[in-house]
């Protein structure tokens, strides 16, 4: 990811979204807004920077060319990023046909799993039933996994999806909760996790499982 959009309303949200064509991470924040609402293309590479500064608040000002983020002890700046960010509103779909609740260190552990066997080109096969999530991964220098856990979801046929399980785990970590619901509509279209009635993360399946 080269660079991450900073979305400021006017209601007083600070959207924060980067993608790297196959994924989308989102996140919002409630924030006081001085100044015209914005949207501007941050390095990626000041983000674990920004992360890190400690406080209970941040101050970010924006000029037209530069960003400056400061608290109590740490303050630096940097250079935007010129030009259009893809709208990340298409991204994701308006409406869901189901929705599971997900248990997020058991899915983590599980995804693990099937990470520990996989080399990076690799993807978790994962078949949604009426009460089962199942995992199944397979590497030809090391075998296979089968992995389940239980889950609860309206369907009559099973949905079958292709993942790449980082993905899916790297997503789930930000979570600070034990629980984080999954929406999808079938095996192909972008499904996405939410927390608290907020977008966290929206993964497009692979299509070759």
Avoid: W
Avoid at 70 to 99: C, D, M, R
């Amino acid at each position: 990811m080269q660079g991450a959009l900073f979305d400021v309303s006017a209601t007083g949200t600070l959207t924060v979204v980067g993608t790297d064509g196959k994924r989308l991470a989102v996140s919002t924040t409630a924030c006081e807004v001085l100044g015209t609402p914005s949207q501007v293309i941050v390095p990626g590479t000041v983000l674990p920077l920004i992360s890190n500064m400690t406080g209970e608040f941040i101050t970010i000002e924006f000029t037209e060319k530069n960003m400056r983020c400061l608290n109590e002890t740490t303050a630096f700046s940097t250079k935007l990023i010129e030009g259009n960010f893809p709208n990340y509103q298409q991204v994701i779909p308006k409406s869901f046909t189901h929705s599971i609740e997900l248990d997020v260190p058991e899915f983590i552990s599980k995804l693990s799993l099937s990470e520990s066997i996989l080399n990076g080109n690799s993807f978790v096969t994962i078949t949604l039933t009426r009460d089962r999530l199942s995992l199944h991964a397979i590497s030809t220098d090391i075998g296979e996994t089968n992995d389940e856990m239980i889950i609860s979801l309206d369907i009559d046929e099973p949905i079958v999806i292709c993942v790449t399980p980082e993905f899916f785990s790297q997503a789930l970590r930000v979570v600070n909760d034990e629980n984080v619901t999954l929406k999808l509509s079938n095996g192909v279209m972008p499904m996405m996790f939410e927390h608290n009635d907020s977008t966290i993360g929206v993964v497009m399946p692979l299509r070759n499982g």
